[in-house]
């Protein structure tokens, strides 16, 4: 077998597993999350305790947004949208800056200096 086989068959391995690993760390916290009572979610965030906190000391908020969203829905849309903006660039200056590290060569020769080949 040749060294280019074994390390494809190695890096399906590792692949594999590294796949199963994240799907168990998606799988393990729904298994093993305890019952939600009746007419709350089993995994709300902070915002919302935080929120009912807020109401129940009579919290007055200071100022109204200055946009809302007419339905969760597009809320959940345009937060999906921002962060796939925010990703975008994200990849595209890393590997801008990937690709211009990996593609810097030796400097130009000094036209002032003789060259040695003539």
Do not use: C
Request: charged fraction near 20%; glycine fraction near 12%; aromatic fraction near 8%.
């Amino acid at each position: 077998m040749s060294e280019s086989t074994v390390q494809k068959k190695n890096s399906l391995g590792v692949t594999l597993a590294l796949l199963a690993a994240l799907v168990l760390l998606f799988a393990i916290p729904m298994l093993i999350a305890p019952e939600a009572p009746e007419g709350e979610e089993a995994f709300g965030g902070t915002d919302a305790a935080a929120t009912e906190q807020l109401e129940e000391d009579g919290y007055e908020p200071w100022f109204s947004p200055v946009f809302e969203p007419g339905s969760g829905e597009i809320e959940s849309g345009l937060f999906a949208l921002q962060a796939a903006l925010g990703a975008g660039v994200l990849g595209y200056a890393i590997g801008h800056y990937s690709a211009r590290r990996r593609n810097v060569t030796e400097p130009a020769p000094d036209p002032a200096e003789p060259r040695a080949d003539g």
